[in-house]
């Protein structure tokens, strides 16, 4: 079975850009989160969707940053405009039910210059 | 969630078991011990859960003490692939019990020493 898969791998963007970061869920799962990992601040929940709805959003960091889930099987990230401190790695997971196991991504390394 | 506080670092030679601790004394009847690792550059891996009773997989075994304040993370035989960052989380599970997700600590960085 496929994980959680996630795109891009490695992205290098300008201040200013628009960033956008993909995730298919592992099939079947209904439960999916959005992390992010910096040194400083280490792996912070974002936010998380059940049934492709939004559940809490309080850990995403200001209105730059939203994201959508419209349909079972993708998830999108946005950060518009991006800005040097959004720089990290992003992490998508899923479960199978909101107080399942969850399953990670490899990640989406950002960097913005 | 209940807090869980790891030390910051051992060290482990291959072939040796390794032995991670966890302090979890705030736990509460409903919340289940979570482990995950994290390899360098890669995203956290499920390694084993429980919530009262001793429980083994095909990587790991996990002790959970009687009174379920503290648990021990064992890997049996250590290899070099087994270096890692390992993160010992309190979750509930049931709604209302607290954030949904995972709130991951600072973790215990392993490293298997050859």
């Known amino acids: 079975d496929a994980g959680v898969i996630q795109s891009p791998r490695h992205e290098v963007t300008e201040m200013g850009q628009e960033v956008t970061l993909r995730c298919k869920p592992i099939s079947g799962h209904n439960s999916l989160f959005w992390y992010r990992q910096t040194m400083m601040r280490g792996l912070e929940l974002l936010i998380y969707f059940n049934n492709n709805v939004p559940i809490d959003d309080s850990g995403m960091p200001e209105d730059r940053f939203s994201a959508k889930m419209p349909n079972a099987s993708f998830s999108t990230l946005k950060i518009q405009p991006s800005e040097p401190r959004d720089s990290a790695v992003y992490f998508c997971?899923?479960?199978?039910?909101?107080?399942?196991?969850?399953?990670f991504g490899e990640g989406s390394w950002l960097t913005v210059v | 969630d209940a807090k869980t506080t790891q030390p910051t670092s051992m060290d482990c030679a291959e072939g040796r078991a390794a032995n991670l601790p966890c302090n979890h004394s705030t736990i509460s009847g409903n919340e289940y011990v979570y482990w995950y690792r994290q390899i360098h550059s890669q995203g956290p891996q499920y390694i084993i859960h429980g919530l009262k009773n001793n429980e083994t997989n095909e990587m790991a075994s996990l002790i959970i003490t009687e009174d379920r304040k503290s648990s021990t993370l064992i890997l049996p035989h250590a290899t070099l692939r087994d270096t890692a960052v390992y993160y010992c989380?309190?979750?509930?599970?049931?709604?209302?019990?607290?954030?949904?997700?995972?709130?991951f600590g600072k973790g215990t960085h392993l490293i298997i020493q050859p």
């Open positions: 989380i309190v979750r509930s599970m049931y709604s209302g019990g607290g954030a949904d997700g995972l709130t």
């Open positions: 997971a899923s479960s199978l039910g909101r107080w399942n196991t969850i399953y």
